[in-house]
């Protein structure tokens, strides 16, 4: 078993943190609100630091699950970051959905300094991070990913390395990419039937394991036709990172005339207030 530390303990963080201790690692936690931390060990036990550099000291694998870049410089290069108090050959591991060119970045400024970096965003939401079940996606140096996997591993039900640095966070981007569509899609459609008269949880059962089946439909067709969205992946995480995604294709000439349209489209929910509702809640504009 390892020592390990865990920096950024929101919906996503702290049961993963948990996930991490009840495989049997030996883990710190930092973050920012102490009382997340305090909590945190009151309920799985381990040990809290009052800083990012505290938590990582003589940690072999560090983990991170913050908001954006900036965050995720700041727990690593920045004063008191991770980086400069981590072990030589010890690997950071970030779980941040973040730009690709920070994950460039940050490889190069830990491999300067003689530790491992692995970009490994997730997707699974709030339920798979409880479950230990998310994907992740990773993007490093294989021999950093051979070594962190099976620590990965204890949150994760599909972990993967698909390429060099930043490729982790590619790949979550294509993720998005998909979902976007496939939400906006489903509003229409559920706001079709509705309109049309139609029983739409029945439609749902009939049409949910066919063709038109996805993730989506059936775990968010049905609470979309109820109008319940105050749970799941806020709105406001999914325009941070179809931001990133459109910035990321402008780089790379990928043109994404459907995501660009969503992203407007969840722009305006949280300009009427949805910020923190799921994704599903694009209905709404339809309504």
């Not at 998909?178 to 059962?205: H, P, R, T, W, Y």
């Amino acid at each position: 078993m390892a020592k390990a530390a865990f920096i950024g303990l929101g919906v996503m963080g702290y049961p993963m943190a948990g996930h991490l201790k009840a495989a049997g690692h030996d883990v710190t936690v930092y973050n920012r609100t102490t009382a997340k931390a305090e909590a945190w060990v009151s309920q799985h036990g381990g040990s809290m630091a009052a800083t990012p550099a505290e938590a990582a000291k003589g940690a072999e694998f560090v983990f991170a699950c913050v908001g954006a870049d900036d965050d995720l410089r700041a727990v690593t290069t920045g004063p008191e970051g991770a980086f400069a108090a981590m072990d030589e050959g010890s690997i950071f591991i970030d779980n941040t959905t973040a730009s690709a060119g920070v994950a460039r970045e940050l490889h190069a400024a830990a491999s300067a300094a003689g530790l491992g970096f692995i970009d490994a965003p997730v997707s699974g939401g709030q339920a798979g991070a409880e479950g230990g079940i998310l994907t992740v996606m990773c993007g490093g140096d294989e021999a950093d990913f051979t070594r962190a996997e099976p620590v990965i591993g204890s949150f994760g039900r599909i972990v993967n390395r698909i390429g060099g640095p930043g490729a982790g966070q590619q790949a979550k981007m294509v993720n998005q990419i998909c979902i976007a569509g496939l939400v906006q899609g489903l509003s229409e459609a559920i706001n079709f039937g509705i309109k049309a008269g139609l029983d739409m949880d029945v439609v749902l059962d009939t049409i949910g394991g066919g063709a038109a089946q996805s993730w989506q439909m059936v775990n968010r067709g049905k609470t979309m036709v109820a109008d319940e969205f105050d749970f799941g992946f806020a709105v406001d995480w999914m325009i941070k990172d179809l931001g990133i995604c459109m910035e990321e294709a402008a780089r790379a000439n990928a043109p994404l005339p459907v995501t660009e349209q969503v992203l407007g489209y969840y722009r305006e929910v949280s300009a009427n207030g949805g910020g923190r509702w799921d994704t599903s809640s694009l209905i709404r504009r339809l309504g």
